[in-house]
């Protein structure tokens, strides 16, 4: 079945979707988004209820292969140190991310130069600088203005978060250190804003925020592009872009939830399907022209992934802390070893962040890839935790206990990468996405160096015990590099807009983009490079090239 | 919030996961036992339910656990044997538990945990601006990038 074409069919209704539909329909495009997934009810979030900590395990998990929800696809990640995560929804990852909202550092976008690793991008942190300010004010970001982790900007529009007792725990050990600490930027609402109410506490963002305080895509901007006239196919699972037999795009074929198959003609083609998603649907998009995936005469669709591995070292106290309430969100942030320092033994750093601990049952206890309970690497009693050590653990550390988070940078590989499974497929049949990556040298060498710094934190705070957690295999949050932008099209696969060097009226917006991953949680620039991306795109219409 | 009916074990399944709680989650510390607070018969259910996934796999330990006698030695000696054999099997099925006991209210209160709470937002800067008015004296934290940058390099090298 065809329907009637459209100026831009997007595919993804996440937060890129989003901005990309809310620009374009405002600039009096025709916009068509396709969803493979729905609208959630907020009602349907746990947090507020006892049951919350049980669901997160595996309704709520962001492991599309743990939940096993209709919408989402498995991943073959047999060959992968970790485990991407993603959510399928009108919303998409913001539904369950924590909105920490960080941005890159000027030196991110000039590894190559200053490093001599990797790659520069082809613009900078100024010319991003305008449109992350734009987004702090889209997505209500909450926050405090003078980090000296940046250069000068506009302050985020709301006031911060409160930081609890385990930010201010955590802020006289950096103190005392003499090492940099802030309190944490969240698109989560501190103040009444553009319809949010104000944020709760209750710590439970991961889940999905119940109050709606928590800045997500389908209360930041769908509802006001729907009601301006996008049309959001939601169960649309797309299989395919199509070309015409000049090279363009021209549309969009999916297979809805009652296995009917469509055709959306459209004369732009913007993919917002996340790292996996859109290198997938690239791959599946096999033409006579295009026999190597579209877009793909460089070879580097799929390639370079970047996941941002993921460790962290909990710090129990000798005090009540309160350490379950939120925001998770973040509370305090630091970039004391973010940028390199060749005398580590490696290149780049890490961006550490302060959560909260969760319920009795522990943050991420549904997680693949536990602490360290020994500490000292030995194998426990295989009985330890329980009998009389399940209330004296339980005593000793809940409540009185908090994380200091490490993100550690994750160089380009090509050999880390998305192709398809010859294997596994998909509810609709459609080949799953395989998962080809493994951890660096330079990675482990800088997680092992953040972790003897976290722990050096913690017991300057006045911790009385540490557990590592070395990499958390449940950590893919983060999904980048798949389709790297550059100014050579032999070498990557977009330019600095998203537009594909291949197909001229094809955008991808999304985290395929990035050049290199940076240390940051990426929504805040995936976002900027979005909507700086798409005013382009509005900008110079005139002499876009389209199909139809 | 009461427990689904949905998952029922039978009374002999019953017995064998309150021997194994008996041996897990005993009182002490303060805390109730889970077998005070009906664990297994009014929290296992509803905690099979949002962990439907491990329905088979509780079912399966609980079987294997039925074949050890019921003593608490021989529970403790065979839950040490089972968490070392099979710690998959074990991990799932203790946390299952632990899920549950955690549901119960008196738990909760004994342990002091209101649950995932509202709490109205306070403002807190004052107790930690002199600290930050430290960080930023150190300075800016960050280095200076140059707006020109290298031609692509095609490939990392680290």
Redesign the interface.
Known sequence: MSRDAVDVVIVGAGPTGAIAASELIAAGFSVTCLEQGDWIPRTEFT?????????A???WHPNPNVR?NPADYPIDVSESDVNPLMYAAVGGATILYGAHWVRA???D??V???DG??????L???DLQPYYEELDRQMGVAG?G?D????PTAPPPL??????KI??TA??GM?RL?W????APNAIA?RPYRGRP???????CQTGCPEGAKASADITHWPSAVEAGVRLVTGARVQEITVDERGLANGAVYVDRQGVTHRQPARLVILAANGIGTPRLLLMSQSRRFQEGLANSSGLVGRRLMMHPYAAVNGVYDE?LES???PAGQSIIS??FY??DLARGF?RGAKWQVMPSG???GNR?GYHGKADISGDGTVP???AG???D???D??RS??RSFEWGIIAED????DNRVVLSDTMSDSDGLPSPKILYRT?D?TRRLLEFHLDRAREAHRAAGAIETHDTPLMRDCGWHLLGTARM???P???VVDQYGRSHDVPNLYIYDGSNFVTSTGMNPTATITALTLRSVRHLIATSRQQEVAL | ?TSSTSTTLSTARIAVVDAVLD????G????PSARAVATTTRWLP??LD????LRDQFVAFVDLMGTYPPDHDAM?AA??EV??SQ?SL?AAA??LL??AY??D?VV?GA???P???????????G??ID??E???E?????????????????????
């Open positions: 947090g507020a209820t006892p049951s919350w900590e049980l669901a395990q595996r309704r096993g550092l000027p030196s976008f000039r190559r130069t200053l690793v990797a790659d520069d991008w082809p900078t942190y100024p405090l003078d000296p982790s940046y250069p006031p911060p978060l409160p930081i609890g930010g201010l802020a006289r103190d003499g940099h600490w802030w309190p501190s104000v944020c709760v506490r209750r710590g439970t009540d379950w309430l939120g970039t004391e940028e390199t290149v319920g009795p049952l206890s009693d295989p009985l329980w009998g009389a399940f209330h004296r339980a005593r809940f409540g160089l380009p590989d090509p660096s330079n550059g100014d050579d032999s070498d990557s | 919030m041996v897990l989650i005993p002490g510390a303060g805390m509803t905690a949002l962990r439907s996934d403790v839950l040490r968490a070392t710690p074990f203790t946390g632990a899920g955690y549901l209210p909760r342990l002091g945990y649950g995932q709470e509202e709490r109205a937002l306070l403002d807190e800067t107790s930690y600290l930050l430290r960080v930023v150190r300075g800016p934290a960050y280095r200076d990038a140059p707006l020109d940058g290298e031609p692509s390099s095609g490939e990392g090298d680290f």
